[in-house]
């Protein structure tokens, strides 16, 4: 198993509870102090001091299993708002929300109405007014990035 798997099986072996979830992990392969890279989400958002837990139990363990030769900077962090969804979970947090949605040939925008297995739907405003509403249905399979769009309304 390699670092980033096995980081992230640690990482989830620490979770505070079943509603939170890691989205990634990422360690650098510059020279010098490694950084690995957390990232934390959960399905009623995450706080600081979720965060700040999940660090300190994982640092503790990564330091007993002392599997990590070098020595390594830990960052546990929320994805930012410029990070592509990747999970399931993401989606079905997001719902509501709008999304631009890039596939292989085009860039879907709307909002997220709902999440199944295999799909995302989404709403957008058509015409003039953009009182029509169009629903579209995209496969996972074809999203190649997809993005929640923030609104400062």
């Known amino acids: ?75 546990v962090s929320t994805p930012g708002l410029d990070q592509p969804l990747q999970l399931h979970r993401q989606y079905k947090k997001n719902i509501g929300r709008s999304l631009k949605v890039k596939l292989q040939d085009k860039i879907v925008e709307g909002k997220l109405t709902d999440v199944l297995d295999d799909k995302i739907i989404l709403a957008s405003g058509m015409g003039k007014n953009k009182k029509e509403i169009k629903m579209t249905e995209i496969l996972f399979s074809e999203i190649e990035k997809a993005l929640v769009i923030v609104s400062f309304k």
Not at 21 to 31: E, M, P, T
Not at 37 to 65: F, Y
């Open 1 to 75: 198993m390699d670092a980033v798997e096995e980081i992230k099986k640690m990482a989830i072996e620490k979770l505070a509870n079943e509603s939170q979830f890691i989205v990634d992990v990422h360690v650098s392969s510059r020279k010098g102090p490694k950084k690995v890279l957390v990232l934390l989400d959960g399905d009623n958002g995450i706080t600081i001091d979720d965060c700040a837990n999940l660090s300190r139990e994982l640092s503790k363990t990564l330091d007993e299993a002392s599997w990590m030769e070098e020595s390594y900077t830990l960052e």
